[in-house]
């Protein structure tokens, strides 16, 4: 059974950084891509980041591209979400998904509808 779990949330200040990390198991994801989303109150789920696990292709959101770095270590099947400059805006819950690559490149890789396995999600909260 897949099982993601992430970690990594917390309370931090406008302009500060956090990781979060998105452990992974049940199968082998060498044919996975994983993603990460992000759900603020009242808003739908959106797009961040994704990383094809086993070429590290990556793919970003317009809106976090320069800011959130994805990135993934495969002996520890974790994947990671490097977060910069946080702002009060990027306050949300985060989550990550996972779904074969070749689902994703025929659905939308940026569509949170494709990802059959999802977290159970970390809140962020940035102060300003």
């Known amino acids: 059974q897949v099982q993601l779990v992430e970690s990594g949330g917390g309370l931090v200040q406008a302009g500060c950084s956090l990781r979060l990390s998105c452990a992974a198991s049940?199968?082998?994801?060498?044919?996975?891509?994983m993603g990460w989303f992000r759900q603020a109150p009242g808003k739908e789920r959106e797009f961040l980041a994704a990383?094809?696990?086993?070429?590290?292709?990556?793919y970003y959101a317009d809106s976090v591209k320069g800011r959130f770095t994805v990135s993934r270590d495969n002996a520890k099947n974790t994947m990671y979400l490097q977060m910069n400059s946080l702002k009060p805006e990027d306050t949300a819950v985060y989550y990550c998904?996972?779904?074969?690559?070749?689902?994703?490149?025929?659905?939308?890789?940026?569509?949170?509808?494709?990802?059959?396995?999802w977290g159970q999600g970390t809140q962020v909260t940035v102060s300003s």
């Open positions: 998904a996972a779904e074969r690559g070749t689902t994703l490149q025929a659905m939308g890789v940026m569509r949170p509808q494709p990802y059959r396995y």
């Open positions: 990383i094809n696990w086993s070429f590290g292709i990556t």
């Open positions: 049940g199968r082998t994801f060498s044919s996975y891509t």
